[in-house]
T-cell receptor, first 110, second 114 residues
Framework: GQQVMQIPQYQHVQEGEDFTTYCNSSTTLSNIQWYKQRPGGHPVFLIQ?????EVKKQKRLTFQFGEAKKNSSLHITATQTTDVGTYFC??????????FGKGTLLTVNP | DAGVTQSPTHLIKTRGQQVTLRCSPK?????VSWYQQALGQGPQFIFQYYEEEERQRGNFPDRFSGHQFPNYSSELNVNALWLGDSALYLCASSLDWGTAYGYTFGSGTRLTVV
């Protein structure tokens, strides 16, 4: 079945440093979504990427979808303490199932 | 804010028992998906309901069953509970496949099996 892998599992940064998490799928995706889950909270939808090579920005967050539609990345510029949480990618395959990766836990030292 | 409402928030059950979890979707959403999230892991897809029918199912045994009602609310039932069923159970609602605006998750039900 479809598998979605994320690296790194954990990332600790100093406030102001950049952060990137990478997502890879075992199969070609129709689209990919990104979610953020704060400690003790639930996943919150951030964005969806659909087109090959698509790049979207939300303030300090930049999302990319690979040309082959099998990988994606989330980059945060100049992290802030409010960025703390686990970032999940979730890939939708041809069967329309949304499969989540294991997530990257980001901690930020002020 | 008519977000996704789940009940109960916490539950403790004994091995072998049965449990029912409930979910009211966000206003305007017609599709409900259930996920199981173990500690430190990503959400694992259990199944999805649309028009009162199970539309998709993940790799979960038949002990996991569900239902969707005409008002789009949903229930997740787990029979013969195992210790390994202890997890956060998340309900997510969407409009159809959630391809436009993603899924809206509830706060979850924390199930502990002892």
């Amino acid at each position: 079945g479809q598998q979605v892998m994320q690296i790194p599992q954990y990332q600790h940064v100093q406030e102001g440093e950049d952060f990137t998490t990478y997502c890879n799928s075992s199969t070609t995706l129709s689209n990919i979504q990104w979610y953020k889950q704060r400690p003790g909270g639930h996943p919150v939808f951030l964005i969806q990427l659909v087109k090959s090579g698509e790049v979207k920005k939300q303030k300090r967050l930049t999302f990319q979808f690979g040309e082959a539609k099998k990988n994606s990345s989330l980059h945060i510029t100049a992290t802030q303490t409010t960025d703390v949480g686990t970032y999940f990618c979730a890939g939708r395959g041809s069967n329309y199932k949304l499969t989540f990766g294991k997530g990257t836990l980001l901690t930020v030292n002020p | 804010d008519a977000g996704v409402t789940q009940s109960p928030t916490h539950l403790i059950k004994t091995r072998g028992q049965q449990v029912t979890l409930r979910c009211s979707p966000k206003s305007g959403h017609d599709t409900v998906s259930w996920y199981q999230q173990a500690l430190g892991q990503g959400p694992q897809f259990i199944f999805q309901y649309y028009e009162e029918e199970e539309r998709q199912r993940g790799n979960f045994p038949d002990r996991f069953s569900g239902h969707q009602f005409p008002n789009y609310s949903s229930e997740l039932n787990v029979n013969a509970l195992w210790l390994g069923d202890s997890a956060l159970y998340l309900c997510a609602s969407s409009l159809d496949w959630g391809t436009a605006y993603g899924y809206t998750f509830g706060s979850g039900t924390r199930l502990t099996v002892v």
